[in-house]
T-cell receptor, first 114, second 113 residues
């Protein structure tokens, strides 16, 4: 059982380049999330989705875009990468929201923008 | 007060000792609470949910004090493998909201042989 799979694991971008971080889950979860974690900081929610075709902004959405065409996949797009986007990015999924919102995380993508 | 506040540590504890962490939260309407564990350079993983009456899972005990708005995690008979960062997570939603989780910055625990 793979759970939540993220690719790539590592990436170095030059300022102004674009890339897509891939996330797929095989648990049939409706809810999916993208977080970033900066050193010594808590996870910050970038975008989330409660089902295919539905996405919403989280706390720090600027500079990112998402799409959710299937239940399984939730890619995160970085346009015009900036050094401030250097971070570790985690994708997560959960069966439901509300009080039973227990999230399962992928292994993360470490991104450096130079 | 920050939304979710934790002592960052590090807590250096000898193997076999008991260690406790606290976490405070600012939103009195918060509805559910969790402890996640994050190993170095790995993803967070759920350690345990925290219930109003307190709950235990093996060597781990979680307590919730709604009046004082804090959550605690107690680890008994600590093992070397308990070395990790422990994240306090608070959910402000009682309904179906998906974006209600707030993650603390974590408490770093080092178990020494």
């Amino acid at each position: 059982n793979a759970g939540v799979t993220q690719t790539p694991k590592f990436r170095i971008l030059k300022i102004g380049q674009s890339m897509t971080l891939q996330c797929t889950q095989d648990m049939n979860h409706n809810y999916m999330y993208w977080y970033r974690q900066d050193p010594g900081m808590g996870l910050k929610l970038i975008y989330y989705s409660v089902g295919a075709g539905i996405t919403d902004k989280g706390e720090v959405p600027n500079g990112y875009n998402v799409s959710r065409s299937t239940t399984e996949d939730f890619p995160l797009r970085l346009e015009l990468a900036a050094p401030s986007q250097t971070s570790v990015y985690f994708c997560a999924s959960s069966y439901s929201g509300g009080t039973k919102n227990i999230q399962y995380f992928g292994a993360g993508t470490r991104l450096s923008v130079l | 007060r920050k939304e979710v506040e934790q002592d960052p540590g590090p807590f250096n504890v000898p193997e076999g000792a008991t260690v406790a962490f606290n976490c405070t939260y600012s939103n009195s309407a918060s509805q559910s609470f969790f402890w996640y564990r994050q190993d170095c350079r790995k993803e967070p993983k759920l350690l345990m949910s925290v219930y109003s009456s307190g709950n235990e899972d093996g060597r781990f005990t979680a307590q919730l004090n709604r009046a004082s708005q804090y959550i605690s995690l107690l680890i008994r008979d600590s093992k070397l493998s308990d070395s990790a960062t422990y994240l306090c997570v608070v959910n402000r939603y009682s309904g179906g909201g998906a974006d209600g989780l707030t993650f603390g910055k974590g408490t770093h625990l080092i178990i020494q042989p």
